[in-house]
């Protein structure tokens, strides 16, 4: 009977090892919130003044408190560290908000990320300032961007779209009443399109026009042709596309006028135009052309871009 006890004990701790050393590859998020969260916490909580002052992030105290310190307790003076405010944990980290004594600066801390991300065994520690004297530890237990998955609580609102994960585990949103243009650059295979095909998805799911330019014959935006309501897959129809899209624009602005209005938000919601996404896949495609009776078409299309780029966002362009 001893030796089959002894024998379960040993599987049930083999069994559990193994669960855990396949959590820890296979479900990150799992073997965090089990096991990586308390131990890193533990070790924060123990090795925080050490760590700190090995680390220089520590300045002299005040000339009164060592005063007191040393009269009244009888203690060491000791340099003080930064004040931990809160410790939130989170489904990929730990947040924790320092307040600066009087010496140092955010820039010291963010110096030394690379030191307290090896002291206290995480995969990155990124350093943000949240008002004057605050700073955030934003620690990651894992590698977030190696299977990246939004939070649940990341859903798209108004025009405000939660498109991917930054290093530091925050949730990267695109705003477009914030900035409503931008030119998306990158390398091939840097994450352009996937990037495009997480805002279709995100602004599907809102109130809002889309619009589709990709002249490439279609091959990127066709996938998203049941949603968009126009889409231009050669310049030939792009040009006409933007050329209504002007139209509209003026349309929009005699609106706004008559209602004595400078913003489109402005306007009551039931006599408000719903917000037109402009989506185009390629723009340096808007500017080859082939020979030289086409740059006509070329510069005028060119033109009413630019038109639409430089006022559009007060009438709900973007």
Known sequence: MGDLTLWLEA????????????????????????????????????????????????????GFRAFMTRNLTRREVRPVPP????????????????????????????????????????????VAETKPGYVELRMTGYDVLRRVRLPRSAQPRDLVVPVALREDGTVFERDYRAVPMALTLGANQSGKSVYQRNLVKGLAKLPV????????????????????SALATDPDMAGRLIDALVLEMSERFDLLALHGVSDVWDLPAKLRPAPLVVLIDEVAELFFVTSKKDEAARDRTVMQLVRLGQMARAIGIY
């Not at 820890?24 to 089990?34: E, G, I």
């Not at 307290?116 to 990155?124: C, E, I």
């Not at 490439?216 to 935006?221: I, N, P, Q, T, W």
């Open 209 to 228: 026009g889309l619009i589709g330019i990709d002249c490439k014959r279609g091959v990127e935006h066709s996938r998203y042709a049941p949603r968009l």
């Open 11 to 62: 599987t049930g701790a083999l069994a559990g090892a193994g669960g855990l050393g396949y959590a820890k590859h296979r479900a990150p998020r799992v073997y965090w919130s089990t096991v990586g969260l308390p131990l890193t916490w533990g070790r924060f909580t123990w090795s925080y003044r050490s760590t700190m002052e090995v680390c220089g992030l520590t300045v002299q105290p005040a």
């Open 83 to 126: 004040k931990v405010r809160r410790v939130c944990p989170t489904s990929t980290g730990l947040r924790i908000t320092l307040r600066l004594p009087a010496g140092l600066e955010p820039a010291d801390v963010a110096t030394s990320s690379e030191r307290l991300r090896h002291a206290f065994g995480v995969q990155s520690v990124n």
